[in-house]
């Protein structure tokens, strides 16, 4: 569902961060994407979610070309793909409970026809007293769980997930972890960006996707 | 009846109704307080405050200029000289007769001496003998509105009958007046053209601000997969609700100003000076037009400041790659 030939990118003017990266990511497969900080993981995310641009290579997703898609398409794709960013990215003016809704609400969805779901998904990932309370009040963990949460709410086809564990201690990361099998086991294609070597011995039958001096590696 | 259920919750997202005991408080994704709101509501009240007053003076005068162009075209006067040998009420009693008989006319009324005395009285004062003075007579011809009074031909047959008689149809004072009040009324509509570009232009500011500082918010609603028609119709809906407001103060002010000015307009009047004030302007009266005029100002205002905002965001979101 995504496809990636020989893409390459440079931020400005700078060295090329990512070189001659080809991968795959097939329907309902798991992958961690590794490696050290500064390699690119955050990079190579945003540009499945076309939020960046290549400089060069070809992108496909769910089939098309993604280089030459309006903005119409982008959305639809977008709608498609679930994201936990690295750095959150919660509305701070809306409480974890909107926060987790948004993705249904621009939708145009009714709040009745979502209530019990959202709900539901916040007590599973043990926010469901945080429900009123606004992000700047979240502690870092409970924020990680809310835009976790966010990303899970459309059962997207793909969810990508940036450092999902950074924040969390071993336990809650392992039920975290749980939580991306079970959705994995429901049919998501799921890549979890993560240095952390704890967390991806505990999935040891993923494939791993490392990238290193721009570029990728990959692991089956 | 699904229809119509839509279109009410519709109408109760735009006016902010909360529906049901919802769990989310239907909170506004474009935070309140990232937008210049008091400023953008103020500019917007005094704005349509200014178009109300434009507005409201156009109607005013052009009413009453069409009031009392009425009621001028709808009389004429005959005017006779005294002339050496002649008798000037047999000249004065003929005219009203020969006006009379002509088509077009309803009635002709000559003054009468003391009658043409009493008009000279508040020039000469009283008590002045005017009998050794030439005063001239006149005659008022009120016309019909259906038939159409030949002018010349009665100015013909009056100055051949009756040497020192002369017409006069008020024609000058119709003309002029008519410039007059066009003049006005093109003036109103310019100071009513100039103050909506610059609501316009205030309005777009704002956004473009509101834009910059939600760039952030913008971003994370694209990568939650809202489409542009939805975050724009984010924006109209928080500028709809600011132009309301200020578009509500401005109308107000402006309703509670024109009812000031009849009030004290309806007091003057009934001074002695008032009346010639009355004789002058008609009745100086502010018809329902005026009202109805602003509150349809202020509707539209809301409307343009929610549909330049979305244009403006719709736009910028369009040029974003
Ligand atoms: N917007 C940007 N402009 C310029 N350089 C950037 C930008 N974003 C990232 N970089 C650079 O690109 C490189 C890769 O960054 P990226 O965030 O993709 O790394 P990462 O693998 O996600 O790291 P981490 O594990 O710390 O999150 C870094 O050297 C970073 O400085
Ligand atoms: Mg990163």
Redesign the pocket.
Known sequence: MVRFENVGLR??M?TE?LKDISFAIEPQSFQFLT??????????LRLILLSLRPTRGLISLFGRDALSLDKAAITDLRRRIGVVF?DFRLLDHLTTYENVALPLRVRGKEEASYRAEVTELLRWVGLGDRMHILPPVLSGGEKQRAVIARALIVRPALLLA??PTGNVDPSLARRLLRLFTELHKSGTSVVI?T?DLALMDQFDGARRLV?GDGRLHIFD | MNMFAEAWGRVKAILGVKSGPGIGRDQALVPASSIAGRALVTVVAIMTFLASLAAGAAILIGDASSAWQDQVAREMTIQIRPTAGRDIEADSAKAAQLAEKTPGVAAARAYTKDQSEALLQPWLGAGLDLSELPVPRLITVSLTPKTRLDATALRRTLAAAIPGASLDDHRLWLERLAVMARTVVAGAAVIFALVLVAMVLAVAFATRGAMAGNREIIEILHYVGAADAYISRQFQRRFFRLGLRGGAIGAGAAIISFLALSTVSSWWRATPSGEQVDVMFGDFNLSPNVYAAIILIAAAVAILTGYVSRTIVFRHLRDLT
């Open positions: 931020y400005g700078g961060i490696g050290p900080s500064g390699a690119g993981k955050t990079t190579l690295q940036d450092e960006a240095h990238l």
